[in-house]
């Protein structure tokens, strides 16, 4: 049985009891039992009689995908919150021209239960539509920032080699010009700094390499 193995953050190999070749498509488990049909990339390396290759889900899954898939299901929970927030509006409001007399409760007359009913309930379902709009605002939040993510390329993507390729070109371009004067340095640590992103890119690319080429 061919498993999941993380790598790096992000990146999961197949781990399998049998080598396999480049393209090659295969089942991948993970730890709830379920098979994702995957398609093998490079062998990345042996250990102990297993093989670990870098792959990806034939279905075109990727982070991506995950991501909107979020989006577009905290939208639909945003929408139904709404939904609800708005007939709950509406039900406290289905007595409104009674109570906008401000008439006083009657002690022991006969409307003071009704009286006293309908203001309760106008109370609970006004309550009740804070609540859902308070829901709604908070989903739709959340559908942001996945949202905010649905272009996101890392590690766990072949285009992440061509991203970090350019990636770390214009990073480098940046360090050389901070260094020899021809980028204005806007503070005493913007030469560590673009001299650390380089360093971090370099490593990301070169595990795409790894994984990807």
């Known amino acids: 049985m061919n498993t999941y193995y993380k790598f790096v953050p992000n990146v999961f190999l197949a781990k399998c009891t049998e080598e396999h070749e480049k393209g090659e498509t295969i089942d991948v488990t993970t730890r709830y039992g379920k098979e994702n049909e995957s398609i093998i990339f490079n062998l990345i390396f042996e250990k102990e009689g297993?093989?670990?290759?870098?792959?990806?889900?034939?279905d075109g899954f990727n982070v991506q995908e995950h991501a909107k898939r979020k989006a577009e299901k905290l939208q639909n929970a945003a929408s139904n919150?709404?939904?609800k927030s708005t007939e709950y509006w509406k039900q406290s409001n289905k007595d409104s021209d009674f109570l906008s007399l401000g008439e006083p409760i009657k002690i022991g007359h006969h409307s003071e239960k009704r009286h006293r009913r309908i203001i309760e309930q106008a109370n609970n379902n006004m309550g009740k539509s804070v609540e859902f709009s308070n829901k709604s605002a908070g989903y739709?939040?959340?559908?942001?920032?996945?949202e905010g993510k649905t272009n996101i390329i890392n590690l766990s993507m072949p285009e992440s080699l061509e991203f970090y390729k350019f990636k770390l070109e214009a990073a480098k371009a940046k360090?050389?010009?901070?260094?020899d004067g021809t980028i204005e340095r806007t503070h005493s640590f913007s030469l560590t700094y673009a001299k650390k992103e380089v360093?971090?890119?370099?490593?990301?690319?070169?595990?795409?390499?790894?994984?990807?080429t």
Request: proline share 0%; charged share 25%; hydrophobic share 40%.
């Open 140 to 146: 739709e939040s959340r559908a942001a920032y996945w």
């Open 199 to 212: 360093s971090e890119l370099e490593k990301k690319f070169r595990i795409a390499q790894r994984l990807w």
């Open 50 to 58: 297993l093989f670990y290759y870098s792959i990806v889900r034939a």
């Open 81 to 83: 919150s709404s939904n």
């Open 175 to 179: 360090h050389q010009g901070l260094k």
